[in-house]
T-cell receptor, first 111, second 122 residues
Framework: QSALTQPASVAGSPGQSITISCTGT?????????VSWYQQHPGTAPKLILY???NRPSGVPDRFSGSKSGTTASLTISGLQLEDEAHYYC???????????FGGGTNLTVL | QVHLVQSGAEVKKPGSSVKVSCKAS????????FSWVRQAPGQGLEWVGG????????TYAQSFQDRVTITADESTSTVYMELRGLRSEDTAVYYC???????????????WGQGTLVPVTS
């Protein structure tokens, strides 16, 4: 069982918006803004798409946005494109024994 | 352009050890944080540990504390991860990833290696 909880799957149609949640605790997401999101296509390494809750690295489209409320962080993808079909993982810092936590991942299907 | 190039796949027997390397190029080596993240077949990501070469002191995930050693060689800009006492559950792709130096876990991993497959089988 992963430390951060994500839905196993979400689906959307091209052009629509979807949101993926990532729920933690008061020791991680609830205490710090060190939340990152990674996109992973099959057979490839993960790619950073958001950091510090809502910051986008250079080259990441502004269709990707992030937010946080309490112990839950969210990734929103607007204007879905076929190439967005991938697995998405959230990550957070925690002050507990293992400082890096990942969510179990969400499989996004673009229908 | 930053590149992280990892060593090739290695098939291991239960009880043995594996040492995976990750050679960095394209930017200053010692002032970044390097993490190792693994992914079992069909599963999610799991953080193994990390090191900032200039400080030399690694940080490990609690579940790997007794079996893993992460080191950095500044002379070759290479980071290593050694995992001992391998069991079938350690079968995974092991990724090296780099992020800005800072609190381990608080900085994002913005560059990733290609991954190294380590099947553990008798």
């Amino acid at each position: 069982q992963s430390a951060l909880t994500q839905p196993a799957s979400v689906a959307g149609s091209p052009g629509q918006s979807i949101t993926i949640s990532c729920t933690g605790t008061s020791s991680d997401i609830g205490a710090y803004d060190y939340v990152s999101w990674y996109q992973q296509h099959p057979g490839t390494a993960p790619k950073l798409i958001l950091y510090n809750v809502s910051n986008r690295p250079s080259g990441v489209p502004d269709r990707f946005s992030g937010s946080k409320s309490g112990t839950t962080a969210s990734l929103t993808i607007s204007g879905l494109q076929l190439e967005d079909e991938a697995h998405y993982y959230c990550s957070s810092y925690t002050h507990l024994y293992t400082p890096v936590l990942f969510g179990g991942g969400t499989n996004l299907t673009v229908l | 352009q930053v590149h992280l190039v990892q060593s090739g796949a290695e098939v291991k027997k239960p009880g043995s050890s594996v040492k995976v390397s990750c050679k960095a190029s394209g930017d200053t080596f010692i002032n970044y944080l390097f993490s190792w993240v693994r992914q079992a077949p069909g599963q999610g990501l799991e953080w193994v540990g990390g090191i900032i070469p200039v400080f030399r002191t690694p940080t490990y995930a609690q579940s790997f504390q007794d079996r893993v050693t992460i080191t950095a060689d500044e002379s070759t800009s290479t980071v290593y991860m050694e995992l001992r006492g391998l069991r079938s559950e350690d079968t995974a792709v092991y990724y090296c990833a780099r992020g800005p130096a800072g609190i381990v876990g608080a900085t994002p991993l913005d560059y990733w290696g290609q991954g190294t497959l380590v099947p553990v089988t008798s």
